[in-house]
């Protein structure tokens, strides 16, 4: 089994920082790309930003420059940095994984989701 566990997420004022983190476990041999998402309420979930095992990254147009996303694969875990947040950012932000399990199947898997809220 191989899960993926969001934290970090909360309550935040606009233009306010926050720091989300993803961390992999169970029978994972190795991760490729991983990302992040979020789904506001109402709306189709959407792609944030994706690294891959080397560190390349892509953002979505709508985030560049305010979001940075990171990963430390010593720890099978993803990082997304919040910047300059707006109410618009509010949603349910999840995580996805890539990954090459010690059984040597590959796995798309999802964590359960982290809520960031912004408001005044």
């Known amino acids: 089994q191989v899960q993926l566990v969001e934290s970090g997420g909360g309550l935040v004022q606009p233009g306010g920082s926050l720091r989300l983190s993803c961390a992999g476990s169970g029978s994972i041999f190795g991760i490729n790309a991983m990302s992040w998402y979020r789904q506001a309420p109402g709306k189709e979930r959407e792609l944030l930003a994706t690294?891959?095992?080397?560190?390349?990254?892509n953002y979505a147009d709508f985030v560049k420059g305010r979001f940075t996303i990171s990963r430390d694969s010593a720890k099978n875990t993803v990082y997304l940095q919040l910047n300059s947040l707006k109410p618009e950012d509010t949603a349910v932000y999840y995580c996805?994984?890539?990954?090459?399990?010690?059984?040597?199947?590959?796995?798309?898997?999802w964590g359960q989701g982290t809520l960031v809220t912004v408001s005044s």
């Open positions: 690294i891959t095992s080397g560190g390349s990254t």
């Open positions: 996805n994984a890539a990954v090459v399990t010690t059984l040597w199947r590959n796995l798309e898997v």
